[in-house]
């Protein structure tokens, strides 16, 4: 069984296009929160993602958009943004915002694994270094755990009491996407970031996403090239922050 992996996007609808085409046959796919915000088409990525009907989680800027919380903890340009994908947004899409759930999630189809926008231990928390994954990894009863929120693609491993970030091997590919893959071991137990789809920031710009084969035990990693000339455009056509137009193509 194949799981597609998307995070992250941040109403990027050019990258969302280029991963979707670039992804393979799957059974199943999941969203790791951060559907909106930063990007010029909130309702398009939201109207996709949905009719994919996937399992879904929250995140921070999901949350703010759809009003739930006001942007207390935001910096002035994603508070900006937020503000603007709030007026975009439908009212169909504000309630499907509002209805999305905090993690962790389990899925009775994807057994041993947990879905979180940034930690088991705490939606809002990012995991980004061995010490915040070791703490994440200790507490959770969990083969696999399945994470956004740090727009960094990679993985976390626990093997006895040391817990190490892991690197998957690169894989000959006949499309355009570099691709990746790291065998799971069934003993140990992982957190796994699929990367940002929509606003990258391992200073790699191609657009992030993973499928993870339950069957053949492996996460692959993909990144796929998109019009990031044409996403940019359509963010400062909309009068958003020009920095989010222009930190698309740094990938940071
Ligand atoms: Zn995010």
Not at 194 to 202: F, L, M
């Amino acid at each position: 069984m194949r799981l597609l992996l998307l995070s992250d996007i941040h109403g990027n609808l050019e990258a969302l296009e280029a991963c979707l085409n670039a992804a393979p046959e799957h059974d199943g796919v999941a969203n790791l929160g951060d559907v909106v915000g930063y990007g010029a088409s909130p309702n398009q990525v939201i109207e996709i993602v949905r009719s994919m009907n996937p399992i879904s989680v929250r995140g921070n800027h999901d949350r703010c958009c759809c009003g739930l919380e006001d942007t207390t903890d935001f910096n002035p340009v994603a508070a900006e943004a937020v503000e603007w994908t709030r007026r975009e947004l439908t009212a169909i899409n504000l309630d499907w915002l509002r209805a999305l759930p905090s993690g962790p999630l389990c899925d009775k189809r994807w057994k041993d694994v947990q879905f979180v926008h940034g930690s088991p231990l705490d939606e809002d928390e990012y995991i980004t270094s061995e010490f915040s994954a070791d703490a994440a990894l200790e507490s959770s009863p969990f083969h696999l755990t399945f994470f956004g929120h740090t727009h960094v693609q990679g993985a976390f491993a626990r093997r006895g009491l040391r817990t190490a970030a892991l690197e998957g091997d690169p894989l000959r590919s006949t499309t355009g996407a570099h691709i990746s893959h790291l065998r799971l071991d069934p003993t140990l137990k992982y957190l796994v970031n699929p990367g940002s789809i929509g606003q990258p920031r391992d200073y790699d710009r191609r657009a992030a996403f993973a499928l993870y084969d339950s069957t053949k035990h492996e996460v692959r990693f993909y990144r796929v090239p998109y019009d990031i000339a044409r996403a940019q455009e359509r963010i400062l056509q909309a009068g958003l922050p020009k920095i989010l137009a222009f930190r698309l193509e740094e990938g940071r």
